[in-house]
């Protein structure tokens, strides 16, 4: 969640939100900022490879800036039936631009998000190089049978 820019928008529009970070002081202060705007943010701070999401509870999941491949199946299974994750992230691509990520694990190669979320209903996609080298997805869940 970092310092909760995107969580607060998602308050702000009256979702019951929730976020998590490793960090906690950005945690912290991002449900400070939210209650000052008379807002709620229910912050978590927690690795995730540690105590994991909790499962089929979310209607959605937004995933900014980051990129951490061992949580893909979390993030999949936190979100329920009929629910959509959104995910931005850097690809290798944003190398040329000299700024930004280095690490390959901290990169997405081409096409590997939306492969990620193959067995989703792709509501959105796209790779674009320039201002900044991103994939994003916008997918749901499939309803159970």
């Given at each position: 969640m970092g310092r909760g820019r995107h969580a607060l928008l998602l308050a702000r529009q009256g979702f019951h939100t929730f976020g998590v970070d490793i960090n906690r002081d950005a945690?912290?202060?991002?449900?400070?900022?939210?209650?000052?705007?008379g807002l709620t943010v229910h912050g978590w701070c927690a690795?995730?490879?540690i105590a994991p999401l909790p499962?089929?509870?979310?209607?959605?999941?937004?995933?900014?800036?980051?990129?951490?491949?061992?949580?893909?199946?979390?993030?999949?299974?936190?979100?329920?039936p009929g629910g959509c994750v959104i995910y931005e992230t850097f690809t290798a691509a944003q190398l040329a631009h000299g700024v930004g990520p280095k690490s390959p694990d901290h990169l997405?190669?081409?096409g590997e998000?939306?492969?990620?979320?193959?067995?989703?209903?792709?509501v959105f996609y796209?790779?674009?190089?320039a201002p900044e080298a991103v994939a994003r997805f916008v997918g749901r869940r499939a309803?159970?049978?």
């Amino acid at each position: 969640m970092g310092r909760g820019r995107h969580a607060l928008l998602l308050a702000r529009q009256g979702f019951h939100t929730f976020g998590v970070d490793i960090n906690r002081d950005a945690v912290h202060e991002a449900m400070e900022t939210a209650a000052r705007a008379g807002l709620t943010v229910h912050g978590w701070c927690a690795d995730l490879t540690i105590a994991p999401l909790p499962v089929g509870v979310f209607d959605l999941v937004l995933v900014t800036r980051y990129l951490q491949r061992d949580l893909f199946d979390a993030i999949k299974a936190s979100i329920r039936p009929g629910g959509c994750v959104i995910y931005e992230t850097f690809t290798a691509a944003q190398l040329a631009h000299g700024v930004g990520p280095k690490s390959p694990d901290h990169l997405l190669q081409p096409g590997e998000l939306r492969s990620t979320f193959a067995d989703w209903e792709e509501v959105f996609y796209e790779e674009v190089d320039a201002p900044e080298a991103v994939a994003r997805f916008v997918g749901r869940r499939a309803f159970s049978a």
